[in-house]
């Protein structure tokens, strides 16, 4: 992944906007790759995400207007918005990103000024390493300096979920905003979904090093996909409810007490993903010990569980997804292999031996193609720092 050179990116920013006396600033969002526990942050349970050391770049400069000027450098899109009590929406444009999180401010009274803004990003798009919230978190961070607002960084986490939900429409839990504005360099968060506690766990330097590969393919229906597995679930705690057990959400039900009580779930395909849910939970736990007691085996195939768990009963990998993983288990060296973030494409991590990069990288590559038709991209994850001011 190419890292950013700022001088570079400021002057990109003054070759568009021209020059003026006020200071222009640089603030950076990371994305973020999950490690394990995925579709469990909406059922207040337990993930374990870290920040990448690639995401977003906003160029910014205050003019003298009531507009905010908004330019992608990585489309032609350029976009200008009079501050206004409520924003309106800009069909899908990413642009709805940032407003989503302005309109929160607005909502809490912070007073907005005029800015010239300029986002350069190196997450891929799409590809399930939340470059929508690295675009929240980086635009709520900025303001937040920028207007006094003085928020606190679980404030503006929360400020980035409710632009997605409420401005954008996709209802999301809280594990992207948390892991992109929270992360911490060379650690992963261990994070409860309901109370928000959580603990950074250090990632030891080691032989083993984290691979994202993307799958590149095109994801299409995500969010009803999504929406979908999120009422199903509500469903699975509702039947499990009728026995009478007055359960506040799936993620905290224990493995034992599930098993005892899953008969009450009548429906076979709400049963499985409720199975997921009450699993992964109990792997989060199991894998934040592993890592802890630096047991990468182990760490390792409760990544594959959590995979094999995603295909059979939550039925989000797909093709390309369990192609990826399966070519990847074949590497020797290869000690765990998952899907990360939503699914139904995007991108898997695998723990891999720092010896068998060079031969993960073109066999998957190679055999990938060659059963999925896409060309595929690797990167060596880096483990990177929350959302910050550069200059
Ligand atoms: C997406 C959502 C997250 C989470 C994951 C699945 O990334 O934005 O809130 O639900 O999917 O774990």
């Known amino acids: ?155 503006l986490v929360k400020i980035g979920q409710l632009a997605e939900n409420k401005f954008v429409g996709m209802n999301c839990g809280i594990m992207d905003q948390f892991a992109v504005g929270m992360g911490q360099k060379n650690a992963a968060i261990f994070l409860d979904c309901e109370t928000l506690d959580h603990e950074l766990v250090p990632i030891k330097k080691s032989d083993y090093k984290l691979i994202i590969s993307n799958t590149n393919k095109p994801r299409k229906l995500i969010d009803s996909k999504y929406n979908e597995r999120r009422s199903e679930c509500e469903k699975a705690l509702e039947m499990l409810n009728r026995a009478g057990d007055g359960f506040k959400n799936l993620g905290k039900i224990d493995w034992h007490e599930f098993e005892s009580l899953q008969n009450n779930i009548t429906d076979p395909v709400i049963l499985q993903r409720a199975r997921h849910v009450v699993s992964e939970c109990s792997r989060v736990k199991r894998a934040v010990d592993a890592l802890k007691a630096d047991d990468l085996i182990l760490f390792g195939k409760l990544m594959n569980e959590s995979h094999d768990s995603l295909r059979e009963d939550y039925e989000v990998t797909g093709m390309e997804l369990d192609t990826m993983v399966n070519e990847a288990r074949k590497v020797d060296g290869v000690i765990g292999s998952r899907m990360t973030g939503a699914g139904f494409g995007g991108c898997t991590v695998s723990l891999v031996h720092e010896d068998a990069i060079d031969t993960f990288i073109e066999q998957v590559g190679r055999l990938y193609k060659q059963e999925t038709t896409f060309t595929p991209a690797f990167y060596v994850a880096e483990i990177g720092d929350g959302a910050k001011r550069l200059v």
């Open 1 to 155: 992944m190419e890292i950013m050179d700022i001088n570079q990116l400021q002057k990109q920013f003054r070759d568009f906007y021209g020059d003026s006396s006020e200071s222009i600033r640089v603030y950076f969002a990371p994305g973020r790759v999950n490690l394990i526990g995925e579709h469990t942050d909406y059922n207040d349970g337990y993930v374990f995400p870290c920040a990448l050391d690639y995401g977003t770049y906003l160029v910014l400069r205050r003019n003298n207007s009531d507009n905010l000027q908004f330019k992608s450098a990585d489309f032609d899109y350029e976009t200008s918005v009079k501050i206004v009590n409520q924003f309106s929406k800009h069909g899908e444009e990413w642009v709805n990103y940032p407003l989503g999180v302005l309109q929160e401010f607005i909502k809490e009274d912070i007073e907005l000024h005029g800015y010239d803004l300029m986002y350069f990003g190196n997450i891929p798009l799409g590809s399930g390493l939340s470059s929508s919230a690295s675009i929240e978190l980086v635009t709520a961070r900025a303001f937040n300096e920028e207007c006094s607002a003085n928020f606190t960084m679980v404030e």
